[in-house]
């Protein structure tokens, strides 16, 4: 390393290319704040274009965040960190660590370490455990009150008996659907289920998933359709992934257009993919609805769903799913014009 600050001006060119192989961002100013050297990685963080070396940092960067940052490290008496918020593009998090610099008792060299997707996934496990623990709370609640209730005596009644054990039936089955939807979105996300892709009739595995919710359909007076191409080329899928999917779509199409409503599953072609939707004519979603419906455990209407037995997941699962097996997932709706979710699969290659 130069020993003086004339000497790092001269090798600039030569530490230039060292630096770029740092995967983080670094920055020299010197005791007046212009820059010195800086890194292709720093260049991209802080957006900075042409040439900067020489100039004043506060001339290429508009971040008072930033500039604040860097003067209450530089007034310290020994290395430290902070974290800062930068604005671009988008809004990214940074731990930024100040060094002397060597040669010359003024000058600084700061780095810059992108923390924004760290920060990002703590947020997601604190409101994946905060929900988790809210969706457990509920029939565990439920079945514990039902059983201190029978324990205090209502066992005696058999009217008493039957409701309590029907709640208690009820709430456990939904623990055991969350659990178990749990444990698939785990799988998924931490890519630890392998989906073999198979060339596959689409609409024979959509035939079968309407199937199996037939009855429930008919419970709830909603018509099933089943509407696919003749000629619908073959799609490289996974069956159980695939009916999953479906079933999953179709399960909410009955559960939430009400009585009276049509669910409609169709296959087209669609470029080099097959897309595959499942419309219904029921009361539609609201726009601010749409950008959040494959959240895990965001719901439109969290009452009725809970009513209903979901878990809040199956979304997630589904979207999951679809583009595990290289496809991607869309849903448009409109307050009283139903829903229509639709998704693509690759063509089996010819």
Do not use: C
Request: proline share 4%.
């Amino acid at each position: 390393m130069p020993e003086t600050l004339d000497s790092l001006r001269a090798d600039r060119d030569r530490l230039a290319g060292i630096l770029e192989g740092l995967g983080d961002g670094l920055l020299a100013l010197d005791a007046d704040g212009r820059v010195l050297l800086v890194n292709e990685a720093a260049r991209a963080m802080l957006g900075l274009a042409g040439d900067v070396p020489g100039r004043a940092l506060t001339d290429v960067v508009d971040s008072v965040a930033l500039h604040d940052a860097i003067f209450e490290l530089k007034r310290g008496s020994q290395s430290d960190t902070r974290e800062i918020e930068i604005a671009g593009p988008e809004l990214r998090r940074f731990l930024l660590r100040v060094s002397p610099l060597p040669g010359d008792e003024r000058g600084s060299v700061f780095m810059f370490h992108d923390v924004t997707d760290l920060r990002q996934l703590e947020t997601v496990r604190r409101d994946f455990v905060a929900n988790v623990s809210h969706e457990l709370r509920t029939p565990v609640t439920a079945i514990r009150g039902a059983t201190e209730t029978l324990l205090s005596g209502a066992i005696a009644d058999p009217t008493a008996t039957a409701r309590f054990v029907e709640i208690i039936d009820r709430n456990s089955r939904r623990l055991v659907r969350l659990v178990e939807d749990l444990l698939d979105l785990s799988r998924i996300e931490s890519r630890q289920l392998e989906l073999g892709l198979e060339p596959l009739d689409v609409r024979e595995v959509a035939v079968h998933a309407v199937g199996l919710i037939e009855r429930a359909a008919e419970d709830r007076g909603v018509r099933l359709v089943v509407d696919f191409s003749r000629d619908l080329p073959r799609a490289k899928a996974n069956r159980r992934a695939l009916e999953q999917v479906l079933s999953n779509l179709l399960d909410n199409g009955v559960k939430y257009a009400g009585p009276g409503a049509t669910v409609t599953v169709y296959g087209e072609v669609k470029g080099d993919h097959i897309r595959i939707r499942v419309d219904d004519t029921g009361p539609g979603i609201e726009k601010q609805h749409l950008p959040r419906l494959f959240e895990r455990f965001y719901r439109v209407d969290a009452g009725r769903s809970r009513e209903m037995g979901g878990t809040g997941l199956g979304l997630a699962i589904v979207k999951h799913l679809v583009e595990s097996m290289r496809g991607r997932i869309a849903v448009k709706s409109a307050p009283g014009r139903g829903a229509s979710f639709r998704f693509t699969l690759p063509q089996e290659a010819r």
